[in-house]
């Protein structure tokens, strides 16, 4: 278990990875001195060693570091207790030999940046989802706590905002701590769309709306099969009916539409029952449109290259505007997309421009895809 204490009381000392080590520098008021620590029990204070090069090199007369170590580890339970106590004994000793002449060594840094950056803390919610948070720490912290923290995390914005006025490391860590335990149930519903629904697009747990297909459970194919509906999930109550918002034609749109005024939503939704279901439910759909399919079926009259429709968004193209349009170069799959739709669905992926292209996937059947930005003045770099 990390004592978010260290990071809060010495954020100079960086922990190695299974924290059982630290590695910095400490402040003996106008100094800062070099440290290595060896915790191997953590967080029992058995068999710690503590390094000083400084105190070797001087060899501060009359002061055993060892049978110090020992003395203030009788005295204390934690590691940050135990420096706590270590560093007045240690000032002390740097006052009193005044023999030694002992440069400022706060100018003895090297270019390790230990103040920049708290490398990338994993936690785990309750449904074992992993989490993390960087924390990016101005040079003269921990001296000035005025200004909040920069940080970067993945949470819903409703929860990031509590993270905004954070002025401290342990402040930081409990608010993640207490917001990755809350929002549980959230990330949970999250994955059940993920896997149930073929939401349309890719999602980080940030995220709370999502795009589900429902046109082709529905008697006319040809109509309804580019309809989806943008559900917008409260992460606060995540088990309560989402909202809705229907994409497509306006024609296709229609009977859902039709469906949704007929109706009261919060009414027929149940939290005994799947997301999946509560949508198919909703909507009076057999079942979900699949994102991408190789084989059509017997009654489908028209391709989604016919119908002119956007597959991520799936409203109507503007064919004459070919520098706005994309299409998939897999013949099985033909989709179209707004140039816009395509874009910012590659970058959301993680696709980086360069040489004025994007590269991904296509988002219905994976094929490989570059996307041209030469005529496409909306991604800034």
């Known amino acids: 278990m990390i004592d978010l204490s260290m990071w809060e009381n010495f954020p100079m000392l960086i922990p190695s990875k299974n924290c059982k080590s630290w590695k910095g520098y400490i402040s003996l008021n106008t100094y800062s001195v070099y440290i290595e620590i060896f915790c191997p029990n953590i967080p029992l204070l058995d068999n710690l060693k503590v390094q000083i090069p400084e105190l070797e090199a001087f060899n501060f007369h009359q002061f055993d570091l060892k049978e110090t170590i020992e003395i203030v580890k009788q005295k204390t339970h ?138 082709l459970g529905c008697c006319n194919i040809l109509l309804d099969i580019h309809v989806c509906v943008e559900v917008e999930v409260d992460p606060l109550n995540p088990l309560n009916c989402p909202k809705f918002h229907l994409h497509g034609r306006p024609a296709s749109m229609e009977k859902f539409q039709k469906r949704l005024n007929e109706i009261n939503p919060i009414l027929i939704w149940s939290t005994e029952n799947s997301f999946k279901e509560n949508i198919l439910n909703v909507f009076e759909v057999p079942t979900l449109q699949s994102q991408y399919e190789e084989e059509k079926p017997e009654h489908y009259i028209a391709s989604q290259n016919d119908l002119n429709c956007c597959c991520i968004c799936y409203d109507q193209l503007d064919m004459a505007l070919k520098n706005q349009t994309k299409s998939c170069v897999n013949e099985k799959c033909d989709a179209l997309y707004h140039m816009s739709c395509i874009c910012e669905w590659l970058l959301n992926s993680g696709s980086t421009p360069m040489f004025e292209h994007l590269q991904g996937k296509c988002p219905q059947c994976e094929e490989d895809m570059l996307v041209a930005l030469e005529n496409f003045d909306l991604i800034k770099t």
Do not use: A
């Not at 924390?135 to 819903?156: A, N, R, S, W």
């Open 78 to 215: 934690s590691l940050p207790e135990f420096l706590k106590e270590l560093i007045p004994v240690l000032v002390k000793v740097w006052k009193q030999d005044t023999s030694i002449n002992v440069p400022n060594s706060s100018y003895i840094f090297n270019e390790e940046k230990f103040h920049s950056v708290i490398q990338e803390v994993n936690l785990y919610d309750m449904c074992k989802h992993s989490h993390f948070i960087k924390i990016f720490i101005p040079d003269e912290y921990p001296m000035i706590k005025k200004q909040p923290l920069c940080f970067e995390t993945m949470v819903p914005s409703v929860s990031l905002n509590l993270f905004l006025k954070m002025t401290t490391i342990l402040n930081l860590f409990e608010t993640f701590k207490n917001v990755v335990n809350e929002l549980s149930n959230f990330w949970n519903v999250h994955n059940e769309i993920i896997s149930t629904c073929n939401p349309i697009g890719s999602y980080t747990f940030r995220d709370v709306n999502y795009r589900i297909p429902i046109g």
